[in-house]
């Protein structure tokens, strides 16, 4: 891609950009040379006309997103390198050739150095996500570069950017396959069935990012009655099934996704099993438990998308959690969790701690939980770290 213009910031501005934050604000901006369209690369200069880095040019507040801090042109070969380090992360981890695993995240945004852009990988296809237009119209070079990297391990890309992009932009994104076609079959994480609908289901179809934490849930279910709250495709309630649970109650208000937990229930235990599907409202559901829980999920989605709306995202978190820990018997395991970016580690911790000492009970943290290694987070940019998840025994 062409670099059509230049970025000159305002004197100090440089210094987060020194330490590889990715992000260049409107604010920190004196002047451009050039007159940008959306999504264009641009070179980015100091005040002392010194070059700093290259970066997708968009209109809002955050107006570069680095995809380079070193001169260098954007062409194939820049986007096969960028996947190429993506993969290698991922077989460090297994992930690659794993028999009991074949979904995971390969592109992270700014974990990976590639801010605005999510990869994740279903079996044989990977499915694309843009959050930013400089992504959005790297698409081609962005399938290619997988191709090029997974040979025919990849038989299909799928484009999920239609609701992800800025609607300002105007780009009339529709999802669609960018190679290949729709490959109907379930995927593994740790050996468990998914039907996972990309097409259909949020986020790019499934939670990766709680991979590791329903592997813990397994661990503790033997025996227990479980709730899983905010279930989705129901995730956490296969692996507490597949831990040996007394009873699996699962609950999500849209059931489309309850739909899907009886698919994938029966995919992996028939229909004999000890699972109940409820399509209900979340705190009308919990007024109703009394005592019958004695381990509950909480996976909520996120409050707060913007800082604006944080109180009110934290006294729902207390709400919600302050009704968990009046309704679960005692000796139960309560998980709980906040996917809001903007509600740190220690807001949620503080909500938790107040919805505890509102219901008198004696709770003690038993594991303190966040995203995979799949979901790396770049070190300059610590807003990276979004998945928090506290596992509390309540006496
Ligand atoms: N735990 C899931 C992901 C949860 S995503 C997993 O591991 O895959 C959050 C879910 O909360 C969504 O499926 C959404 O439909 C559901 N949801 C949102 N508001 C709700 C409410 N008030 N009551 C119940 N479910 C709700």
């Not at 891609?1 to 901006?29: C, D, N, Y």
């Not at 991979?211 to 479980?226: C, H, P, Q, T």
């Not at 849209?254 to 028939?270: C, H, I, L, P, T």
């Not at 503080?350 to 003690?364: C, E, L, P, Q």
């Amino acid at each position: 891609m062409e670099v059509t213009a230049q970025v000159f910031l305002k004197p100090k501005k440089e210094e987060s950009l020194l330490r590889f934050h990715p992000w260049i604000f409107s604010g920190a901006i004196k002047g451009i040379i050039g007159n940008p369209n959306e999504g264009d690369v641009v070179e980015v200069y100091t005040s002392n006309n010194e070059f700093i880095a290259l970066g997708h040019y968009q209109v809002g507040s955050i107006t570069v997103r680095v995809i380079s801090f070193e001169p260098t042109i954007i062409d194939q070969d820049f986007w096969n390198d960028k996947v190429q380090r993506a993969y290698d992360a991922r077989q460090a981890l297994g992930l690659t050739s794993s028999t009991t695993t074949n979904c995971y995240r390969l592109i992270h945004g700014e974990g990976d150095n590639l801010p605005g852009l999510i990869v994740d990988i279903y079996g044989e296809t990977a499915v694309v996500q843009s959050h930013s237009v400089g992504m959005y119209l790297s698409r081609q070079n962005i399938t290619e570069a997988i191709k090029h990297v997974y040979g025919n391990q990849i038989k299909a890309i799928y484009d999920k950017s239609e609701g992800t992009l800025p609607f300002k932009a105007g780009l009339n994104a529709k999802d669609e396959y960018l190679f290949g076609s729709s490959i109907d079959t379930p995927v593994l994480e740790n050996r468990i069935k998914f039907n996972v609908s990309w097409e259909e289901g949020q986020k790019t179809g499934f939670f990766l990012d709680q991979r590791d934490n329903r592997e813990l849930v397994g661990k503790y279910s033997k025996g227990r009655d479980v709730l899983n709250m905010f279930c989705y495709t129901g995730g956490f309630s296969l692996y507490a099934l597949a831990g040996g649970a007394n009873s699996v109650d699962s609950v999500d208000s849209s059931q489309k996704a309850m739909n899907m937990v009886d698919r994938n229930v029966e995919v992996n235990f028939g229909t004999e099993h000890k699972h109940t599907s409820y399509a209900e409202d979340a705190f009308e559901y919990l007024r109703t438990i009394d005592g019958k829980y004695d381990l509950i999920i909480l996976d909520p989605p996120a409050f707060a998308k913007h800082t604006k709306v944080l109180n009110k995202a934290l006294l729902g978190y207390r709400r919600l959690n302050a009704l968990a820990f009046h309704k679960i018997k005692p000796g139960g395991i309560l998980f709980t969790f906040s996917c809001s970016q903007v509600v740190t580690k220690e807001h949620f911790r503080n909500s938790v701690f107040t919805a505890a000492a509102i219901s008198g009970r004696k709770v003690r943290i038993l594991h303190q939980l966040t995203q995979p290694a799949d979901h790396p987070i770049n070190i300059y940019h610590p807003e990276g770290e979004y998945l928090k998840g506290l596992v509390v025994y309540v006496e």
